[in-house]
Nanobody, 117 residues
Framework: QVQLVESGGGLVQTGGSLRLSCAAS????????IAWYRQAPGKERELVAD???????NYVDSVKGRFTISRDTAKNTVRLQMNGLKPEDTAVYYC???????????WGQGTQVTVSS
């Protein structure tokens, strides 16, 4: 069974930086994608960025140039470096692992990011 644990959230002022980590435990084999999602109060959960097991990345337009996703395969860890934070980035950030064969999805418990104006 795979478990995901996020860390690194907190309170930061506008323009500040945070680095989120998602540590995966358990056996992860084959092609997979790890993604960061976020959900603000009263809004739907949205994809922020993802990275495949081959290193391909994808970002939502609102974070391009400010956020960077990276992964350490040996440590089964994915990080999200967030710079230039804005109040609209305030949300609970979730890590999700998708394995392609077999198709499985796993979610972490979330970590709160709050950006004060």
């Amino acid at each position: 069974q795979v478990q995901l644990v996020e860390s690194g959230g907190g309170l930061v002022q506008t323009g500040g930086s945070l680095r989120l980590s998602c540590a995966a435990s358990g056996s992860i084999r084959g092609n997979n994608v790890i993604a960061w999602y976020r959900q603000a109060p009263g809004k739907e959960r949205e994809l922020v960025a993802d990275i495949s097991s081959t290193g391909d990345t994808n970002y939502v337009d609102s974070v391009k140039g400010r956020f960077t996703i990276s992964r350490d395969t040996a440590k089964n860890t994915v990080r999200l470096q967030m710079n230039g934070l804005k109040p609209e980035d305030t949300a609970v950030y979730y890590c999700r692992l998708t394995t392609l064969s077999p198709l499985r999805r796993y979610w972490g418990q979330g970590t709160q990011v709050t950006v004060s104006s």
